[in-house]
C-alpha cells in the first residue's frame, strides 16, 4: 500500500498548487439544470437563422424578433405562439452586387439587427441589406405586422456587416448609432439621426477601431440641481491611442455625449461637441488579470439615476483567454470622471512624432464637453451652438479623459473560469428580509445561462441553466421583470425561460441554501415558493439570501429503506448530493464512513459496500452537507438498514439464465466517469482530477472486489436454476429501492440484468474499466448531475471573491502509511 501512498501525497501536492490558482477564479454554480429541466419554451423555424435581435414590448405583450430576412412578433407570455410575421429580403440585384464586391453569399442577405419602439403601433427596423443597410418603418396592429415599405438607405445607423458589433438608441424620436459607416467597416462612427443630426469626427484620437457594445441614456436632467442635460453613454473596446506599446492594446472605453447637444457652430459643425471617453477599469489587483475587452453591458436602472450602475462583461486580451470577468460601475465614479477628470490628448513633439499627453494648463470655462447646464447659461451659452471656439476647438483635441472608470470595489464581482460570457442582465428584487438584490443572468458561448446573486460585494452562481439542446452562443439576453421572464436569442432560435423555478428546490434545506431571492419554503404548504405572490403570513416562509442560514429549517425524516444482502456479496447504496456545493456523508449506526476504508467506494451516486459480513449490518444514513456562511448544513437524503442473509438464495433475471445466458460478454460496465458530465460545465475542469482519483481508488478497491467477484462467480456455478422465491425478492429488491451490487440484479433495470454474472468474468478486470454496476435507475433529484465524481467540492463563495476547495478524497493522515 505505500507506493499507493506516495502516489496519493504527490497528487495532493499537485492538487494544492492546483487549488491555489483555482481559489480566486471558479465559481462554480450550486445547480446544474439540464434543458429538460429548464421549463424554456422555443421558438425556432427551419430555414430561419440568426435570431439576434430581440425587443420586449411589455405594453402590447410583444417579443419583436429580428432574423435572417425576417421579422417576428410572438406572445410574450409564450414565445412558441407566433402572433404575426413579416419578411424582409434583399432584392436580387443588391445580392449579387454584394457578392461581386467580394462577400460571402450567406452575408449577403438581410439580417434584421435593429428594432426600436417609436410608440405601440409603429416600429423602427434596420437590417444589412447585403450590405447596404437599410431602415424602415413597422406598423403594428393587434393581428399582423407590416413593413411601410419607405426604406432608405442607412449607413452608420445599421452595420453593413452581420458579424459586426454595435451599438443603438431610440429616445425621443432621434435615433442613436454607433457602429460603422462605410463598406469596408474602417470609419467608425457615432451617430445621431432623424432627428438633430449629428456625428463623431473621423479622427483616430476620437475612436480607433472600436467595437461597440452597449448604447444607453440615463436621464441625468432629473431633479438635478447643476441644470445638467441627459447623457447617452458608450461602450466600446477600441485599440489603445495613448500608449506607446509594441503590440496592439485594446482598452476598454466608455464614452458620453448629451442629448441637447446641437453642434458648433465653426468649429465641430454637426459634430458631437461633447463626446468625452475614459478607461473602463475591469481586473484583480494582486494578481496580473487585466480584463480589457468589454463583451456586453447592462445599464440597471433605478427611480433615482444616481443610483443607477452598468454592469459589464471582460474578458482579456492575453493570457487565459476562458476566463470571463464582471465588474459593476456606479454612476457617481462615472460622473466624477468626465465632471472632474483631466484631459489628455495627442501632442506632436519633435517634429512628426505624436505623443499623449495629459493637460496639465488652465482649462477654459464652461468645461469642454460639459453638457449646457446652469452654470453656461447663467454665462451666456444657451446652446452648444453658443460655445466659443476655444472650447471647441479644446474638446476636439481632448476626447481621452486621463481618469479611468474604476469598478465598485475595485475589482471584478464575479470571475468565472471556463465559460465565456456573452450577454448579461441584472434584474433587482427585494428579499424577505426587505433588502434589495441585484440578480445577474449572464448567457454563455455554449448555451448555458448564469444565474448569479451579488450581495454586498459577494458573488454566488446559484444555477448554471442549459438553454438549448446542443451548444449555441447566447447571441441576444433581454428580461421583462414585470412578467419575471427571460428571452434568449441564439443561432438557431429564440428560448424563454422565468427568472425562477422555486419547485425545483424540493427540501426546506435546498431552498433556503439556494439563497434565491425569488423563492422561500413555506413550512405550511411545505414547498418552494415564489415571494412575489404571497399574500398571506410572511411568518410562515423562510428565506435567508444575505447568509444562506437554512437552520430554521424544519428537521426531515426519511423513509428508511429496507435491504437484504447475500454475506460476502456487495451491495450498492443510492444518493445524490443535494447540489454542486454539497459534499457527501455516509454515517453507519450514527458514526461517519470513512471514506479510506478499501471497504467503501464511496462516490456523488452513492456508496458501494464490498463483501458484506454480518458486522456491516445496520443503518445507513446519507447526508448531503453544504456549508453557508461558515456552517454546515446536512440534510439527509437517504437511509437504509442493510441486514444479511444467510440463506443462499441467489437473484437473477429470468431472461438471463433462460434465454441469453452468454448474451452479453461485454460488460455493460457505466465507467464511473460518465461521458455525460463531459457536456456539464461546471465539472469538466475537475474531471481530469477525479479521474485520477477515480483510477487511485480503484486500484485499492479493485482488490477487494477481485475477491468478491470471485467468490459470485464460484456462486453463480452452483445455483444457475433460481428458486421461485428469488423473484419475489428481486422485485421486493428494487421497490426498496435498494440496488445490489454485482450479484443481484432487479427487474427494473435493463442494464443490470445483462451484466449480473458476467460481471464475474473476473480475468478482464483491469484499472479502467469499474467492476461495480451502477444501476441506471430513476433519474436522480432533479438538478445534480454528477453521477460519479469521487471528490466533492464544498465551495464557498466568501466576500470579494468565490474560493471552492477540493476537498480531496484522501485525508492527510494517509500520508505516512
Ligand atoms: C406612432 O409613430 C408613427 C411614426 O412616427 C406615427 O406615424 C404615428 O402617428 C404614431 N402613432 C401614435 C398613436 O402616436
Ligand atoms: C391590421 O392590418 C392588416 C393589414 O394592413 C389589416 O388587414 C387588418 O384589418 C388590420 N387589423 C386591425 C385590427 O386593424
Ligand atoms: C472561450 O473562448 C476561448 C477563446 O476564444 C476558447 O479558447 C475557449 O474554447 C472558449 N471556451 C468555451 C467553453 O467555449
Ligand atoms: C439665452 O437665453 C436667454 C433667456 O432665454 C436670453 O435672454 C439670451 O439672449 C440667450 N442668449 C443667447 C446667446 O442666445
Ligand atoms: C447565422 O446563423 C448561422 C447558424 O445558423 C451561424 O453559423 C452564423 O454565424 C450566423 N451569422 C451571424 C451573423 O450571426
Ligand atoms: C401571481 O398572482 C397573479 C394574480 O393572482 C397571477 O396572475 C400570477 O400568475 C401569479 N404568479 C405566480 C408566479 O404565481
Ligand atoms: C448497528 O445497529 C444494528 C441495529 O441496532 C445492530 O444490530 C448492529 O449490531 C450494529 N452494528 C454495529 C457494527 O454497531
Ligand atoms: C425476456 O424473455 C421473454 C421471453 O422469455 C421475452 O419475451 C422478453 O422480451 C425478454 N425481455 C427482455 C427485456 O429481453
Ligand atoms: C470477506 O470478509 C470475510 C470476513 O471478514 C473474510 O474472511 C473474507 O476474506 C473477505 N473476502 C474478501 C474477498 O475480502
Ligand atoms: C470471460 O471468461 C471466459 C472464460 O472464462 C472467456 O472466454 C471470455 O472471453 C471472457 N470474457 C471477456 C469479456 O474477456
Ligand atoms: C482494460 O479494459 C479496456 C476496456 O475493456 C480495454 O480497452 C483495455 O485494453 C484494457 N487494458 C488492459 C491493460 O487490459
Ligand atoms: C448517469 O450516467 C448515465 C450514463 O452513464 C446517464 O444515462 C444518466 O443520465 C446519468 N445520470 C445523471 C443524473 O447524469
Avoid at 451 to 473: H, R, T, V, Y
Avoid at 628 to 651: M, R
Wanted: charge should be neutral; charged fraction near 20%; aromatic fraction near 10%.
Amino acid at each position: 500500500m505505500s507506493g499507493t501512498s506516495a502516489v496519493l501525497c504527490l497528487y495532493l501536492v499537485y492538487g494544492l498548487m492546483q487549488q491555489m490558482e483555482a481559489s480566486i477564479l471558479s465559481c462554480i454554480p450550486r445547480k446544474t439544470v439540464t434543458y429538460q429541466n429548464g421549463n424554456i419554451k422555443t421558438f425556432m423555424k427551419p430555414g430561419l437563422s440568426n435570431f439576434s435581435t430581440l425587443l420586449v414590448s411589455e405594453e402590447t405583450d410583444i417579443l419583436f424578433v429580428g432574423a435572417r430576412d425576417a421579422i417576428f412578433a410572438l406572445d410574450l407570455n409564450d414565445i412558441s405562439r407566433k402572433i404575426a410575421s413579416e419578411d424582409w429580403f434583399a432584392t436580387r440585384d443588391r445580392q449579387l452586387e454584394c457578392i461581386r464586391r467580394g462577400k460571402d453569399k450567406v452575408d449577403c442577405r438581410n439580417y434584421i439587427l435593429l428594432l426600436h419602439k417609436i410608440n405601440d403601433t409603429s416600429l423602427y427596423v434596420c437590417g444589412t441589406n447585403a450590405f447596404y443597410p437599410a431602415c424602415d418603418y413597422m406598423v403594428i396592429n393587434s393581428t399582423d405586422i407590416h413593413l411601410q415599405g419607405k426604406a432608405e438607405e442607412s449607413r452608420g445607423r445599421c452595420p453593413f456587416e452581420p458579424t459586426l458589433k454595435y451599438a443603438s438608441l431610440l429616445v425621443d424620436s432621434a435615433f442613436y448609432s454607433a457602429t460603422s459607416n462605410n463598406f469596408l467597416g474602417t470609419e467608425p462612427i457615432i451617430l445621431r439621426s432623424l432627428r438633430n443630426h449629428l456625428r463623431t469626427e473621423f479622427k483616430a484620437s476620437w475612436l480607433n477601431e472600436p467595437s461597440f457594445v452597449y448604447m444607453d441614456i440615463v436621464p441625468e436632467s432629473g431633479s438635478n440641481p447643476d441644470g445638467d442635460d441627459d447623457k447617452i453613454y458608450v461602450f466600446f473596446t477600441e485599440t489603445a491611442v495613448e500608449f506607446e506599446f509594441y503590440d496592439k492594446l485594446l482598452v476598454s472605453r466608455i464614452a458620453r455625449v448629451c442629448k441637447g447637444d446641437l453642434g458648433g457652430k465653426r468649429i465641430l459643425q454637426k459634430r458631437w461637441t461633447s463626446f468625452l471617453k475614459s478607461r473602463l477599469i475591469c481586473s484583480v489587483p494582486e494578481s496580473n488579470f487585466q480584463f480589457n475587452i468589454v463583451q456586453d453591458v447592462f445599464l440597471l436602472k433605478r427611480a433615482d439615476w444616481r443610483e443607477s450602475m452598468f454592469y459589464g462583461i471582460f474578458t482579456q486580451q492575453w493570457g487565459r483567454l476562458d476566463i470571463s470577468a464582471v465588474c459593476a460601475f456606479s454612476m457617481k465614479t462615472v460622473q466624477e470622471v468626465f465632471a472632474k477628470g483631466n484631459y489628455k490628448g495627442p501632442v506632436t513633439v519633435e517634429h512628426s512624432h505624436v505623443k499623449w499627453m495629459v493637460f496639465r494648463g488652465e482649462v477654459p470655462l464652461p468645461r469642454p464637453g460639459a453638457c449646457i447646464d446652469n452654470f453656461a447659461r447663467s454665462i451666456g451659452y444657451n446652446t452648444s451652438l453658443d460655445l466659443p471656439d476655444k472650447i471647441l476647438q479644446f474638446v476636439r483635441d481632448h476626447p481621452l479623459m486621463d481618469n479611468a472608470v474604476n469598478p465598485i470595489g475595485d475589482r471584478p464581482v464575479l470571475l468565472k473560469r471556463g465559460s465565456n460570457y456573452t450577454r448579461i442582465v441584472v434584474d433587482r428584487i427585494t428579499g424577505l428580509d426587505k433588502k434589495t438584490y441585484n440578480v445577474l443572468f449572464i448567457g454563455t458561448d455554449n448555451g448555458y445561462l448564469h444565474k448569479a446573486l451579488n450581495c454586498d460585494g459577494e458573488m454566488f452562481i446559484m444555477e448554471e441553466i442549459q438553454l438549448f439542446q446542443s451548444p449555441e452562443p447566447v447571441q441576444s439576453l433581454k428580461l421583462s421583470s414585470k412578467k419575471g421572464l427571460l428571452y434568449v436569442g441564439s443561432p438557431s432560435q429564440v428560448v424563454q425561460l422565468p427568472v425562477s423555478v422555486c419547485s425545483r428546490y424540493k427540501h426546506c434545506l435546498d431552498c433556503v441554501l439556494a439563497r434565491d431571492p425569488y423563492c422561500a419554503w413555506s413550512e405550511s404548504f411545505e414547498k418552494c415558493v415564489p415571494v412575489a405572490n404571497q399574500t398571506g403570513d410572511l411568518r410562515d416562509l423562510i428565506q435567508s439570501v444575505k447568509n444562506g442560514d437554512a437552520s430554521k429549517c424544519p428537521k426531515i425524516g426519511n423513509n428508511v429503506k429496507n435491504c437484504p444482502v447475500i454475506i460476502g456479496n456487495s451491495v450498492h447504496l443510492k444518493c445524490a448530493p443535494m447540489s454542486n456545493l454539497a459534499r457527501m456523508v455516509w454515517k453507519f449506526n450514527g458514526s461517519s464512513l470513512q471514506a479510506e476504508e478499501s471497504k467503501y467506494l464511496l462516490y456523488d451516486g452513492g456508496i458501494v459496500i464490498f463483501n458484506v459480513t454480518v458486522a456491516d449490518a445496520g443503518f445507513y444514513d446519507c447526508h448531503s452537507v453544504e456549508r453557508a456562511n461558515g456552517k454546515e448544513f446536512p440534510v439527509s437524503v437517504a437511509s437504509y438498514v442493510l441486514y444479511t442473509q444467510q440463506d443462499s438464495i441467489f437473484i437473477i433475471t429470468k431472461n438471463y439464465t433462460t434465454n441469453q445466458p452468454n448474451a452479453d460478454t461485454t460488460l455493460k460496465v457505466k465507467s464511473l466517469v460518465s461521458s455525460s458530465l463531459l457536456n456539464d460545465p461546471a465539472k469538466q475542469k475537475s474531471l481530469e482530477d477525479q479521474k485520477e482519483k477515480l483510477i487511485l481508488k480503484f486500484l485499492g478497491a479493485g482488490f477487494a472486489l477481485l475477491f468478491s467477484s470471485l467468490l459470485v462467480w464460484n456462486f453463480y456455478k452452483g445455483h444457475l436454476s433460481v428458486p421461485w422465491k428469488s423473484r419475489e425478492k428481486s422485485s421486493k429488491t428494487a421497490n426498496a429501492d435498494c440496488l445490489p451490487g454485482p450479484t443481484l440484479a432487479t427487474e427494473g433495470s435493463g442494464a443490470m440484468r445483462k451484466s449480473s454474472a458476467t460481471r464475474t468474468n473476473t480475468s478482464t478486470v483491469n484499472e479502467s474499466v469499474p467492476l461495480v454496476s451502477f444501476p441506471s435507475e430513476e433519474e436522480r433529484s432533479a438538478n445534480v448531475q454528477h453521477n460519479t465524481s469521487l471528490t466533492k467540492r464544498s465551495g464557498t463563495c466568501s466576500s470579494q471573491s468565490c474560493l471552492v476547495e477540493d476537498e480531496t478524497m484522501f485525508p492527510i493522515a494517509e500520508c505516512g502509511m
